[in-house]
């Protein structure tokens, strides 16, 4: 089957591989922002992870290892934003884009010398013989384990929000740390963990990025893919399967416009490179219109810092 | 263990001694990162901060300062502006492209002109430019609450491929031998924005960021408006009992950033840069948001930090010519500046209280 050039099982199959960096990254913001922290600096904290997971794996040799590498740099880069806003008490907005300039310059000066070097390669989980199924093969056993595992976080995150003590801890702390105090939670410090693992999971998409998906390191990696990761938790209504959806939309209609660039269409290269952004706006109107003030599903503590009186 | 004890009312002291600590804590952990990279961290702290001023090559370095920090300082007092107001407009680098391309496109449309209203022309123009591209999420933010935050920024991206499309499409060189890049101005003297007074590295744009800081302070202490936009970031609900409009005051704040976003980006086309080519932009309107912090929001404030911060930019170009630092580690530096502020910042509104036994 072909439409114009693109091969719908391809599409659906490649889509499935590119939208994991975004899906880790917004899965991770989830958490954050459910704990009523806004952390902007999303794209920061994936290009570090891009470049630390990189390092690691050509250090190790271990692509693995390498993701762990790029969970750990994200971790790492979100605790200066924890430490700030939450022993500091510094303005979310402000720290969070601060994170995505300072880990953009860390990167470029930490990445000089990696240009040019091909990672060990992230290869397909399981055998062939099921891998070349038609149809059902490429989209659903074709993929690297870091396909099945983000999918995987979509369903843990969910249950764990929905139907868990920790989750309704974060909940609480996101939508009223006054109440949350009052019932005794430490809220910084339960804020400070959610951070630490959003950065985790932003460091390891971004692994992903220049480990899978580019596979090398450039400057400038991961292109806004951390703000479009921020726009599909707002679309997503801060919830992991919408998230998902979100990402997965995303992700076609990446491939679907660089599909279109190499098919030779006749819209110009520069107006389908727009596309990914346009789209995002485009989304993000559709999910706020009419909906005023809170009623979007946003934690009601979002973005207010908290510091306990007494 | 210390604990923090919020004060009564914010610190007049922190609140002017914030950035110069901060700027002392950046040089001694920027010192640590410079002596990591293997640099003698003293020797280019010198270069970064007291060559530019009082070095050999001070007469030119000099110049540069201001040509720098003119468009950081104008695209840094539209954003404080917003910024006061709790409207966050990240996506200065965009409207400083767009303002780029509108303010060139309308001079080269009618070159080779020697009509001296033409860069009058262009200055609207560039101001334009800026002003529409910051419409559209000021405009999706009143009509369809959609976050200001994502969407400016979102539009930086599209930004880049118009300037991308410009240089190698729609505003290329005819007479350029096919390389990427529009017509230089400094063969277009009715167009160009030539320095003014050369020494001092003043152009229009400089001229336009110094008048600017000065309406933007009595704009904000003197002016209706600018108390409006002071209620509205600090207290949201005592600005509505009060009639102030939300829509009106994003529709002004980002309209303003953008205008002047564009405008800066008009003068340095026409200017320094001298054409409109693929990486034209350099960052500006993002260091900018640096720049409005270290500025404490206040106009006058951005202009001491605009001269700091170009000062980083031109002792930086000279630690990378001269000793070899990379211009990432400058990135890094201006980052780094930004998280101690933030951090030292807590001291306005809290002081550490030792906390002995029970309290």
């Known amino acids: 089957m072909d439409l114009g050039g693109i091969n719908p099982v391809i599409l659906i199959a490649t889509l499935m591989a590119s939208a994991v960096p975004i899906l880790m990254a917004a899965l991770g913001e989830t958490v954050v922002e459910r704990s009523g922290v806004l952390n902007l600096g999303v794209e920061g904290m994936m290009i570090i992870g891009a470049l630390g997971g990189f390092i690691v794996a050509v250090q190790t040799g271990s692509p693995v290892l390498g993701f762990v590498g790029g969970a750990v740099a994200g971790a790492l880069l979100s605790l200066i934003f924890a430490a700030l806003t939450q022993v500091f008490?510094?303005?979310?907005?402000?720290?969070?884009?601060?994170?995505?300039?300072?880990?953009?310059?860390?990167?470029?000066?930490?990445?000089?010398?990696?240009?040019?070097?091909?990672?060990?390669?992230?290869?397909?989980?399981?055998?062939?013989?099921?891998?070349?199924?038609?149809?059902?093969?490429?989209?659903?056993?074709?993929?690297?384990?870091?396909?099945?595992?983000?999918?995987?976080?979509?369903?843990?995150?969910?249950?764990?929000?929905?139907?868990?003590?920790?989750?309704?801890?974060?909940?609480?702390?996101?939508?009223?740390?006054?109440?949350?105090?009052?019932?005794?939670?430490?809220?910084?410090?339960?804020r400070l963990m959610c951070i630490a693992f959003g950065g985790a999971m932003a460091g390891m998409g971004g692994a992903y990025i220049s480990l899978a998906r580019v596979p090398q390191w450039v400057d400038g990696i991961t292109a806004g893919a951390g703000w479009i990761a921020l726009a599909i938790?707002?679309?997503?209504?801060?919830?992991?399967?919408?998230?998902?959806?979100?990402?997965?939309?995303?992700?076609?209609?990446?491939?679907?416009?660089?599909?279109?660039?190499?098919?030779?269409?006749?819209?110009?290269?520069?107006?389908?490179?727009?596309?990914?952004?346009?789209?995002?706006?485009?989304?993000?109107?559709?999910?706020?219109?009419?909906?005023?003030?809170?009623?979007?599903?946003?934690?009601?503590?979002?973005?207010?810092?908290?510091?306990?009186?007494? | 263990m210390f604990r923090l004890e919020k004060r009564p009312t914010p610190s007049k002291f922190w609140l002017y001694a914030t950035p110069p600590v901060a700027v002392i804590l950046t040089m001694i952990a920027g010192g640590i990162l410079f002596a990591a990279m293997g640099k003698n961290p003293f020797e280019v702290i010198r270069t970064i901060f007291w060559d530019p001023i009082?070095?050999?090559?001070?007469?030119?370095?000099?110049?540069?300062?201001?040509?720098?920090?003119?468009?950081?300082?104008?695209?840094?007092?539209?954003?404080?502006?917003?910024?006061?107001?709790?409207?966050?407009?990240?996506?200065?680098?965009?409207?400083?492209?767009?303002?780029?391309?509108?303010?060139?496109?309308?001079?080269?449309?009618?070159?080779?002109?020697?009509?001296?209203?033409?860069?009058?022309?262009?200055?609207?123009?560039?101001?334009?430019?800026?002003?529409?591209?910051?419409?559209?999420?000021?405009?999706?933010?009143?009509?369809?609450?959609?976050?200001?935050?994502l969407v400016s920024l979102m539009l930086v991206y599209v930004a880049e491929t118009i300037l991308a499309k410009a240089?190698?499409?729609?505003?290329?060189?005819?007479?350029?031998?096919?390389?990427?890049?529009?017509?230089?101005?400094?063969?277009?003297?009715?167009?160009?924005?030539?320095?003014?007074?050369?020494?001092?590295?003043?152009?229009?744009?400089?001229?336009?960021?110094?008048?600017?800081?000065?309406?933007?302070?009595?704009?904000?202490?003197?002016?209706?408006?600018?108390?409006?936009?002071?209620?509205?970031?600090?207290?949201?609900?005592?600005?509505?009992?009060?009639?102030?409009?939300?829509?009106?005051?994003?529709?002004?704040?980002?309209?303003?950033?953008?205008?002047?976003?564009?405008?800066?980006?008009?003068?340095?086309?026409?200017?320094?840069?001298?054409?409109?080519?693929?990486?034209?932009?350099?960052?500006y309107g993002f260091t900018a948001i640096i720049v409005a912090f270290l500025g404490r929001l206040n106009p006058l404030g951005i202009v001491l930090a605009g001269f700091l911060m170009a000062l980083t930019y031109v002792g930086g170009e000279m630690a990378s010519t001269n000793l070899g630092l990379p211009d990432a580690a400058i990135q890094v530096f201006q980052g780094m500046l930004l998280f101690f502020l933030l951090a030292v910042d807590v001291l306005t509104n809290y002081r550490f209280r030792l906390a002995v036994g029970a309290h």
Request: net charge positive.
């Open chain 1, 89 to 190: 008490l510094a303005n979310q907005v402000a720290t969070g884009l601060a994170l995505t300039l300072f880990g953009l310059g860390v990167s470029s000066l930490g990445g000089q010398g990696y240009n040019g070097i091909k990672p060990p390669p992230t290869g397909q989980l399981l055998p062939d013989a099921l891998a070349d199924l038609p149809v059902v093969g490429p989209i659903l056993f074709g993929h690297d384990w870091m396909v099945y595992f983000s999918i995987l976080m979509t369903a843990v995150l969910w249950w764990v929000l929905k139907s868990t003590r920790i989750g309704l801890i974060i909940r609480a702390v996101g939508e009223s740390h006054e109440a949350a105090h009052a019932l005794g939670y430490k809220v910084n410090r339960i």
């Open chain 1, 233 to 310: 938790v707002v679309f997503a209504s801060w919830r992991p399967w919408r998230v998902l959806i979100g990402a997965y939309l995303f992700g076609g209609i990446t491939v679907l416009q660089l599909n279109l660039q190499v098919a030779g269409s006749a819209i110009p290269v520069e107006y389908l490179s727009m596309a990914p952004y346009l789209i995002t706006i485009l989304v993000l109107v559709i999910m706020s219109a009419g909906r005023k003030g809170k009623a979007n599903g946003a934690p009601a503590s979002l973005g207010q810092n908290f510091h306990a009186s007494r």
């Open chain 2, 54 to 149: 009082f070095g050999e090559f001070a007469f030119y370095l000099r110049g540069q300062l201001l040509v720098k920090a003119g468009p950081l300082i104008l695209i840094a007092i539209g954003l404080a502006l917003g910024f006061r107001a709790g409207i966050w407009n990240i996506g200065a680098e965009g409207q400083y492209i767009i303002g780029a391309i509108v303010g060139a496109g309308v001079g080269l449309a009618v070159f080779p002109t020697e009509s001296r209203w033409i860069f009058p022309v262009m200055v609207i123009a560039g101001a334009f430019g800026g002003w529409a591209w910051a419409m559209i999420p000021a405009i999706l933010k009143t009509k369809f609450n959609t976050n200001e935050i």
């Open chain 2, 167 to 283: 240089s190698t499409g729609f505003l290329k060189n005819p007479e350029g031998m096919g390389f990427p890049g529009s017509r230089n101005f400094s063969s277009f003297p009715a167009a160009q924005n030539d320095f003014l007074y050369e020494p001092l590295g003043l152009h229009w744009g400089g001229v336009a960021a110094l008048v600017t800081a000065v309406l933007a302070f009595i704009l904000l202490t003197r002016h209706q408006a600018g108390f409006q936009i002071r209620l509205a970031g600090q207290a949201p609900r005592a600005a509505r009992f009060h009639g102030v409009s939300p829509t009106r005051l994003v529709v002004l704040c980002m309209g303003i950033s953008g205008a002047l976003a564009g405008l800066a980006g008009m003068f340095e086309v026409t200017g320094p840069a001298g054409q409109i080519s693929i990486d034209f932009n350099t960052g």
